[in-house]
């Protein structure tokens, strides 16, 4: 996986600072699939806004970088990884709800997330026991 930085915040403000960490157009869709079972490189892929595949690795390797998911080698040959939220990316669920929410209002025909998706707490999203990388940073 590609070498990611911290993202740099450019300023104190805590709206700017969070858009800096997630408001490109793919963190959240992750954070949507992470929260719904989904682990692994492929599954990512299926989602149905259909990531390419170099946008998927350069993303999850930023949300690594930046603490909200952990990759977990699951796959020696070749080496796989299974993705898990950390607590700070499961405590981005109610944002999540909040969005979906906001687009049920305000944007006509689009489909009702599931209630069991709406009434997830972060406490019910299966997170990494650590919050640091089990693998090296880089090939």
């Known amino acids: 996986m590609p070498r990611s ?5 450019r300023s104190g403000c805590p709206i ?9 157009k793919w963190t959240l869709v992750l954070l949507r ?3 719904n079972g989904k682990t692994r490189f492929q599954e ?8 390419a595949s170099n946008i998927l ?36 669920l109610p944002v999540l709800h909040s969005i979906c929410n ?4 305000c944007l006509p025909n689009r489909w009702t997330p599931p209630d069991k998706f709406m009434r997830m707490m ?10 640091k990388a089990t693998r090296p940073r880089g090939r």
Do not use: H
């Not at 350069?58 to 607590?87: D, F, S």
């Open 5 to 9: 930085a911290p993202v740099e915040f």
């Open 16 to 24: 700017a600072s969070t858009l800096d960490l997630i408001g490109d």
């Open 33 to 35: 699939d992470l929260v």
């Open 44 to 51: 990512f892929l299926e989602s149905p806004e259909r990531i």
């Open 57 to 92: 690795t350069a993303r999850l390797a930023q949300m690594e970088v930046n603490g909200l998911i952990v990759g977990e080698l699951y796959q020696e040959r070749p080496k796989r990884y299974a993705y898990r939220l950390t607590e700070a990316g499961a405590r981005l």
């Open 102 to 105: 906001w687009a049920g209002a």
């Open 122 to 131: 972060p406490k019910d999203v299966p997170i990494a026991r650590t919050r």
